[in-house]
């Protein structure tokens, strides 16, 4: 009478299911925590109290399609610059410079000049530089 082979521990554990959780095995080396990095402020320019103007480029803009998403993006924006996320970047205040909330301090659709179907990044600079130039867009603060 033919006998059945035996099966292999190894062919034994391909048929277990798979482990989500995994054994406990006190022979396993030990998790180091990483040291706490030791950050230095270089005396560089730091914002503490953001001020975002969101621009909005092409007449697309303008189309009632498109007002949602408009809406959207700025309610995005009035949420973030007011949300726990910017009180965790306080650990990067230093002192006489606490960084803490921002706001949203306008929003606008330019329709002139025309974007083309694709867009470098140097004309979108040009472009800023323009509306900045020509007082449509607020300018930045000096040093930054």
Not at 86 to 93: F, K, N
Request: glycine fraction near 8%; hydrophobic fraction near 40%; charge should be positive.
């Amino acid at each position: 009478m033919p006998t059945k082979p035996r099966r292999t521990q190894l062919q034994d554990a391909h048929q277990h299911p798979i482990r989500v959780v995994p054994l406990h095995r006190p022979e396993a080396p030990s998790v180091v925590a990483a040291a706490a990095p030791q950050l230095t402020y270089r005396n560089g320019p730091l914002l503490t109290a953001v001020q975002v103007f969101t621009v909005f480029w092409g007449s697309a803009w303008q189309q009632a399609s498109n007002n949602g998403l408009l809406s959207q993006i700025n309610r995005f924006f009035d949420y973030i610059l007011t949300s726990q996320l910017i009180d965790q970047l306080g650990e990067y205040s230093v002192p006489g410079q606490a960084i803490g909330h921002g706001s949203r301090i306008g929003t606008i659709v330019l329709t002139s000049p025309v974007p083309g179907p694709s867009v470098q990044d140097s004309a979108i600079q040009q472009m800023l530089q323009q509306e900045i130039d020509a007082g449509t867009l607020p300018a930045t603060r000096k040093g930054f």
